[in-house]
């Protein structure tokens, strides 16, 4: 049995080109041989290689020269997106007006004006900045998840922009596609979310009528110790909500909740702790479990609603 030459140590670790193959040496039989893998035409990698989207996406631009933009370019930089729009398959691939979309197998091909500051250049592909991501996200998502995917932007910790960024970049896109649900969005965006869950369970509150809470706002004694930075709260009620995902199951996680939980009670606050079956309504029209649970907590400690907020929910999409 024929075992293949060994590959050049600059094509090992990534997809490449055939004409950066032929540059190295290699042979048309050598890279029809079954140790190498062609992601899509003109470019191939090792199959030894996990096939990613980052993988696929590099050898496409690598063919193409395009930019990975929309969904792909949200994947990549880590966005949260719904469900049904994580692990696609396809690619989104963005060529400047004048030249052709990119047609291929797996690829969505687009053509938009990119300024140089909306590409980044990364270690192993290009794509559309953290900012122009979202922008395109807006003609994607429904409001909830565009806020969502805009709070990801200005996370508590390694933030890709900040909201004075973001109005600048808005200031430019008049008129543009996208811009009206952009500019609904902005207006609802808070700085230093930990989880989408927390900007989730915010806009349910605000769509029922209740008060906005603040986001990990620090918790302090009468002394101002500090106790926990709670997902989100009401200072003057001195409520803290607290969305407890999956990972709170683990023995030692639920430990260390009640430890939690038990320092804030003993300063005088109320904690409501919020899981996905409180989010959900147990039938179509009927109110969320959580935002029965915060009003109560919230008319318990003194609050009472506005009339002029008392309105009906309004579609989270926006339409």
């Keep these: 049995m024929h075992l293949p030459s060994e590959l050049p140590q600059d094509l090992l670790h990534g997809p490449f080109t055939v004409a950066q193959a032929r540059s190295a040496g290699l042979t048309r039989r050598r890279l029809r041989a079954s140790d190498l893998v062609q992601p899509c035409r003109g470019a191939r990698f090792s199959a030894l290689a996990e096939d990613t989207l980052l993988l696929r996406a590099t050898a496409l631009v690598a063919v193409t020269g395009a930019v990975v933009s929309h969904l792909s370019a949200a994947a990549l930089w880590g966005f949260?997106?719904?469900?049904?729009?994580?692990?696609?398959?396809?690619?989104?691939?963005?060529?400047?007006?004048?030249?052709?979309?990119?047609?291929?197998?797996?690829?969505?091909?687009?053509?938009?004006?990119?300024?140089?500051?909306?590409i980044t250049s990364g270690r192993h592909v290009q794509c559309t900045s953290p900012l122009?991501?979202?922008?395109?996200?807006?003609?994607?998502?429904?409001?909830?998840?565009?806020?969502?995917?805009?709070?990801?932007?200005?996370?508590?910790?390694?933030?890709?922009?900040?909201?004075?960024?973001?109005?600048?970049?808005?200031?430019?896109?008049?008129?543009?596609?996208?811009?009206?649900?952009?500019?609904?969005?902005?207006?609802?965006?808070?700085?230093?979310?930990?989880?989408?869950?927390?900007?989730?369970?915010?806009?349910?509150?605000?769509?029922?009528?209740?008060?906005?809470?603040?986001?990990?706002?620090?918790?302090?004694d009468a002394s101002g110790r500090w106790i926990q930075d709670p997902d989100m709260s009401y200072e003057r009620e001195k409520i803290a909500i607290q969305y407890d995902g999956g990972h709170h199951a683990s023995p030692a996680q639920r430990r260390s909740d009640i430890f939690r939980d038990e320092d804030a009670k003993e300063a005088g606050w109320r904690v409501v702790v919020l899981t996905q079956s409180d989010l959900d309504p147990f039938a179509p029209g009927a109110e969320p479990r959580a935002v029965t649970r915060v009003r109560k907590a919230l008319v318990e400690r003194g609050w009472a609603p506005e009339p002029s907020r008392r309105r009906r929910p309004s579609d989270a999409n926006g339409r």
């Design 80 to 118: 949260p997106l719904p469900l049904e729009l994580q692990n696609i398959d396809v690619v989104h691939l963005t060529c400047s007006p004048g030249q052709r979309a990119v047609r291929r197998k797996g690829v969505v091909g687009h053509q938009l004006i990119l300024e140089p500051a909306e």
């Design 132 to 220: 122009r991501t979202w922008f395109d996200l807006a003609g994607i998502l429904g409001l909830d998840d565009l806020v969502i995917a805009g709070d990801f932007l200005f996370r508590r910790r390694n933030p890709l922009a900040t909201l004075a960024e973001l109005d600048d970049f808005l200031s430019g896109k008049t008129g543009k596609p996208g811009y009206r649900r952009a500019m609904r969005a902005c207006a609802l965006l808070r700085t230093r979310t930990d989880s989408p869950k927390e900007t989730e369970v915010r806009l349910l509150l605000r769509r029922h009528g209740l008060p906005e809470p603040a986001i990990n706002v620090p918790m302090v």
